[in-house]
């Protein structure tokens, strides 16, 4: 390629390199979802469309970049999991986060007539994400852990929060205000007792999606990819992402399941 005098300016770039044999997590954010939610009608407190639309858009995000072997999902976030010894973008921090986020919004975009019918979209949405390196299984583990847990948290004050709101029969009827005023400093099992007793919601119950989050993970597998002249199927081994809602605190699916290939 031909080369002129103002090629110089190139070394003025700075690439940050993530440290190697540690586990990358990229974790995006929707940018300013408040307002995206609420001007395309998101049902309260969870809606399950865009639920399936966020992990429609980290699974297209996986099947693009196959050095993702685990993504954890929450309302308008999701961690992607790079494997330790990931040499994507020769680690280069910018373009690895760069690129997650745009796939996932490029995903999010493409996807939102599938998942959101009958919801025109008004403008599009947007998500910033950060890289964090962790050096120990443990350290990637109490991450997801962490993730999970905030998830449980803040869906239990959003379920009970939305049910004092949107009760109809409240007089007078519960301002914002107020449900925060009711809530302030109250412990998980007095909104637990409140649900049930006020609204005959057994927490429980509800959803694994919304008080567990979704796990996306990888798992190899035969699958038929053609059929031969003589009629019968031709396989071959395929990567495959399945989408989960389950316990990734406790010990079970990363010993016994398919976690414990990931963190080989």
């Not at 605190?249 to 398919?258: F, R």
Request: aromatic share 12%; charged share 25%; net charge neutral.
């Amino acid at each position: 390629m031909a080369k002129s005098k103002f090629e110089y300016v190139k070394h003025f770039e700075q690439h940050q390199t993530l440290l190697r044999n540690t586990w990358i997590v990229v974790r995006i954010d929707g940018h300013g979802f408040h307002r995206f939610s609420a001007e395309h009608d998101f049902a309260k407190p969870n809606d399950l469309r865009a639920l399936h639309l966020a992990n429609e858009a980290a699974r297209g995000v996986m099947l693009e970049l196959n050095d993702i072997v685990f993504a954890y999902g929450e309302s308008d976030e999701f961690s992607f999991v790079l494997k330790r010894d990931s040499t994507l973008f020769k680690r280069r921090e910018a373009k690895i986060i760069s690129t997650v986020a745009s796939l996932f919004t490029a995903h999010y975009v493409v996807n939102w007539g599938k998942f959101m019918e009958g919801t025109a979209m008004k403008y599009p949405p947007s998500f910033d994400a950060r890289a964090v390196c962790y050096p120990t299984n443990e350290n990637l583990r109490d991450y997801i852990s962490w993730r999970q847990a905030d998830c449980h948290i803040n869906n239990l004050y959003n379920t009970t929060f939305w049910a004092l709101v949107l009760d109809t029969t409240a007089t007078p009827p519960t301002t914002t205000t107020r449900a925060q005023e009711i809530l302030k400093d109250t412990t998980s099992a007095t909104k637990n007792e409140l649900l049930f007793t006020q609204f005959n919601i057994n927490y429980n119950m509800l959803p694994e999606i919304f008080r567990k989050g979704s796990i996306l993970y990888r798992t190899r597998e035969k699958v038929a990819v053609k059929e031969a002249q003589d009629g019968t199927s031709v396989e071959r081994e395929k990567s495959l992402v399945h989408v989960g809602h389950f316990d990734v605190i406790g010990d079970e699916w990363w010993v016994n399941g398919s976690g414990a290939t990931i963190l080989r």
